[in-house]
């Protein structure tokens, strides 16, 4: 996408929502010379995900995410972005391979209202840019050209633990579906500061249990893991696609418009292309709808597809692949290829896709705002998510239930999850 040529457009333009989508937008707009409001319900951009760590994937795109901005007009040099060239993935038997690139596999940023947040350094972008941003504001959705107001329904939960740590800096990805029913568990050590997650597509109400069982795994796999609990945290997550993005002059950005990784829940870069090409067809250059269907969609509906087929693969299956991706890297040096040729939509995908993995989506609660979007539902528990807790899962959860003062375990706090 080569740059706008700035055209001021001759009324103001109303954003909905200070996300990373509604921000994108707006420095775009604001760069152009026009006048742009944005209306943020919440006290401050990146409130939904204060203390969190999230990666922006390098694998779906042939261009790296933060050149990617630079040639859009955002500076990714005003918040903390650490490239990361491998991970441990480990199988759900339990085997640990390190899955590694020559490149940047993805960026890691910090999510939420501290200094180093991307939200915060986009929202100073855009107060530099000259964008009115109004918090703790809304505004009927009608009256706005932009609507960027997040997810629209629950497909699961993330369940965390931020904590203080001496261990050296690492991301693992853990594929076992005992601990985190229908999808995964990570753990993510930068600076002196981790975070081990569980993601549940089922049993969501449990989800403190699998996650006193995920640290348990943690410790016992990572002996040099210490842990001094900052505080739990918890968000939602929703895997949706949208039919339509654009709904009479009004422009539908991020997981508004149901764009966001359905298969490992990568939504960033969703959130700021869509943001930006949004800009651009205000601006009057491109088609919006046209460029969402071109650009975006296949991309997602690839990673419905591959929801679907990793959902029934079962432990044995997804231990064959993460097997058949360390052959991949061992023959190439790269594990990269592997993960950008899972995602890169095929004929395969679009098969699975109009079968079967596109069937399995719901209407979202509410009245339809005319994007038609479709979301996953969260799933039916399954009797295989039912056994005891080991002993060493057991201590943690005593260790948790313990009052403030004698453990040192300060009060829960919860990420936002919605409105
Ligand atoms: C726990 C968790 C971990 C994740 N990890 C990753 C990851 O590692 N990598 C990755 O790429 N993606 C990840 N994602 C997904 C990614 O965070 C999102 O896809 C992305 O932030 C979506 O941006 P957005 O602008 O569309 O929505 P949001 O960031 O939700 O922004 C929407 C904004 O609109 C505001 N709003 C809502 N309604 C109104 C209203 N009526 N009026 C005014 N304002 C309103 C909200 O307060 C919010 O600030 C994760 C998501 C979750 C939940």
């Known amino acids: 996408m080569p740059p706008v040529e700035s055209v001021k457009l001759n009324k103001p333009i109303h954003i909905l929502g200070a996300g990373l989508s509604g921000l994108s937008a707006a420095i775009v707009l ?25 990666g922006i994937e390098n694998w779906t795109r042939p261009v790296d995410f933060l050149t990617e901005m630079k040639q859009w007009g955002i500076d990714p040099g005003n918040f903390m972005a650490t490239p990361f060239r491998e991970i441990d993935l480990v199988a759900p038997d339990g085997r640990i ?15 939420g209202t501290g200094e180093r947040t991307i939200d915060q350094g986009l929202k100073r972008q855009a107060l530099a840019a000259g964008v009115r941003l109004h ?5 009927p959705r009608e009256q706005c050209d932009v609507v960027a107001t997040g997810p629209r329904g629950v497909t699961g939960i993330v369940r965390g633990e931020l904590f203080r740590t001496s261990h050296p800096d690492r991301v693992v990805v853990q594929l076992d579906d005992r601990l985190a029913p229908g999808a995964y568990t990570y753990m993510i050590v930068t ?14 109400r449990d989800a403190d249990r699998f996650l006193d069982e995920s640290l348990a795994w943690y410790h016992a796999h990572y002996p ?23 709904v009479g002059e009004r422009l539908y950005v991020g997981e ?34 046209g460029e969402l269907r071109r650009r975006l969609r296949p991309f997602q509906a690839a990673s419905l597809a591959n929801r679907w087929l990793l959902g029934r693969l079962g432990a044995r299956g997804l231990s064959g692949l993460a097997r058949v991706w360390m052959w991949d890297q061992e023959r190439r040096g790269d594990g990269l290829p592997f ?3 899972l995602y ?18 719901d209407r979202i609660p509410g009245p339809d705002d005319g994007t038609g979007a479709r979301y996953l539902p969260m799933l039916p528990p399954e009797r295989r998510d039912d056994w005891p807790l080991s002993e060493a899962g057991r201590a943690v959860s005593a260790a948790r239930r313990q009052p403030a003062g004698k453990t040192g375990h300060p009060q829960e706090e919860t990420w936002q999850t919605s409105t």
């Open 135 to 139: 918090y703790r504001s809304t505004r």
């Open 191 to 204: 600076g002196g500061v981790g975070l081990i997650a569980t993601v549940l597509l089922r049993r969501q």
């Open 224 to 246: 040099r893991l210490d842990r001094d609990p900052i505080r739990r945290l918890g968000g939602v997550g929703c895997f949706a696609l949208g039919s339509r993005y654009r």
């Open 97 to 111: 391979s390190v899955a590694r690139t020559p490149a940047t596999a993805f960026w890691l940023v910090e999510r």
């Open 339 to 341: 993960l950008s040729r």
């Open 256 to 289: 508004a418009a149901g764009l966001q990784d359905c298969l490992w829940g990568f939504g960033i870069r969703y959130a700021v292309t869509s943001g930006v090409l949004a800009a651009r067809a205000l601006l009057g250059g491109e088609d919006y709808e």
């Open 344 to 361: 890169r939509p095929s004929w395969l995908h679009w098969l699975l896709f109009k079968t079967v993995a596109g069937r399995g989506l």
């Open 30 to 54: 604001a760069r152009s010379g026009c006048e742009v409001h944005v209306h943020e319900i919440r006290a401050d951009s990146g409130a939904r995900f204060d203390g969190d760590f999230q």
